[in-house]
T-cell receptor, first 111, second 115 residues
């Protein structure tokens, strides 16, 4: 059973378009992290959100943590080819040391 | 560069064989994590060590084992290899080893191909 569901699994759009990817769960997390992984490399942390309702912005990327701390979204404005990659969300529960990982959204931005 | 090093970068071997993957964490990090990533899939957590001791175990097969040494480097041993073990194996390190806001820094991975 996947505790963190990411959607869509795959997204291919044109440069300049906006997009949103989602990370959903029925479980409550104490924090949630978003990573981006480029082909042949390890994931790199983009952001950590810890407070329900929290919104963080990183240039054209906007991350939101749901009020109930069960879900999160990543919105990209004016996507660029450099945004191409696998976007992974990972949640932390107070009762566990390990992160719970989603399966990822594979994003392709076409020039 | 995350500061986490993994060797070897590529490994090609045959079914039934045994291999050892090595990871050196970032300077100062006490915790090491091992993950498996099959083609176009997310990360599957295998095991975590903190300061030499096993802290958490995920979906790690009995044919796989790991350890963290006093100098904090870690090795993942894969034995009786099967075709399905072909994957990218990532090591990550963090300072605290506790999930809440701890950042995991990932190495470049070892690509294992079992023929």
């Amino acid at each position: 059973t996947q505790l963190l569901e990411q959607s869509p699994q795959f997204l291919s759009i044109q440069e300049g378009e906006n997009l949103t990817v989602y990370c959903n769960s029925s479980s409550v997390f104490s924090s949630l992290q978003w990573y981006r992984q480029e082909p042949g490399e390890g994931p790199v942390l983009l952001v950590t959100v810890v407070t329900g309702g929290e919104v963080k912005k990183l240039k054209r990327l906007t991350f939101q943590f749901g009020d109930a701390r069960k879900d999160s979204s990543l919105h990209i404005t004016a996507a660029q080819p450099g945004d191409t990659g696998l976007y992974l969300c990972a949640g932390a529960m107070d009762s566990n040391y390990q992160l719970i990982w989603g399966a990822g959204t594979k994003l392709i931005i076409k020039p | 560069d995350s500061g986490v090093t993994q060797t070897p970068k590529h490994l090609i071997t045959a079914t039934g064989q045994r291999v050892t993957l090595r990871c050196s964490p970032r300077s100062g990090d006490l915790s090491v994590y091992w993950y498996q990533q099959s083609l176009d899939q997310g990360l599957q957590f295998l095991i975590q060590y903190y300061n030499g001791e096993e802290r958490a175990k995920g979906n790690i097969l009995e044919r796989f084992s790991a350890q963290q040494f006093p100098d904090l480097h870690s090795e993942l041993n894969l034995s009786s290899l099967e075709l399905g073990d072909s994957a990218l194996y990532f090591c990550a390190s963090s300072f605290h080893g506790a999930g809440s806001t701890d950042t995991q820094y990932f190495g470049p991975g070892t690509r294992l191909t079992v023929l």
